[in-house]
């Protein structure tokens, strides 16, 4: 009986010191965490720390498993990209981001990341995976069978389409 409540004693010790011995480390910081360290570093003008600080949030967003970090640290490389003075610089790694939230977005049914993500390329000048992810969103709200997810997906393809037609004005 006395070794039962001696390992017993011993199991609660060990349960309440144990996490702090497996792993003394601080916590990761969230990608929204890091999101505001990038907005900080290129309020300062300090592109270097931008980038390190979207590195550590990108990270951050890929490990969260949800489509809204990953926009949002495309749409911050996007920011470090114009802060460069170099606007397209941004391009080419925002879309690898935009990428990963559209297949998020589609594998957790979100017609609004899916939405989200079209914005996103339409930003970009991309009609063709804007197109890609309106027949997305498309189909996810005609499963989903909320009609007010489909008349979303018609506002926002008309108005993508008034958007593509203003651009298609301009360059005449």
């Known amino acids: 009986m006395a070794a039962r409540r001696a390992m017993a004693m ?3 010790l060990w349960a309440s010191v144990a996490p702090g011995c497996i792993d003394s480390r601080p916590p990761a910081p969230d990608w929204s965490d890091q999101l505001r360290a990038v907005e900080e570093a290129l309020a300062r ?3 270097r720390a931008a980038v390190r600080a979207w590195h550590e949030g ?4 890929l490990r969260s498993r949800t489509w809204v970090s990953l ?6 490389y996007m920011r470090i990209g114009t802060a460069s003075e170099l606007p397209s610089s941004g ?3 925002a879309r690898q981001a935009y990428l990963r939230a559209l297949l998020r977005a589609q594998a957790q049914g979100s017609v609004q990341g899916t939405l989200r ?3 996103a390329f339409d930003e970009l000048g991309d009609t063709q995976v804007v197109t890609h992810c309106m027949k997305i969103a498309e189909g996810l709200a005609r499963r989903r069978g909320d009609p007010r997810e489909r ?3 018609t506002l926002e393809r ?3 389409a008034q958007r593509l037609a203003s651009r298609q004005d301009v360059r005449r």
Do not use: F
Not at 58 to 61: E, R
Not at 71 to 76: K, N, Q
């Open 45 to 47: 003008n300090d592109l």
């Open 58 to 61: 990108h990270g951050a967003a």
């Open 151 to 153: 008349e979303q997906v």
């Open 158 to 160: 008309e108005r993508l």
């Open 71 to 76: 926009v949002e640290m495309g749409d911050a």
């Open 10 to 12: 011993v199991l609660v």
């Open 91 to 93: 391009e080419p790694i």
């Open 117 to 119: 993500v079209a914005l």
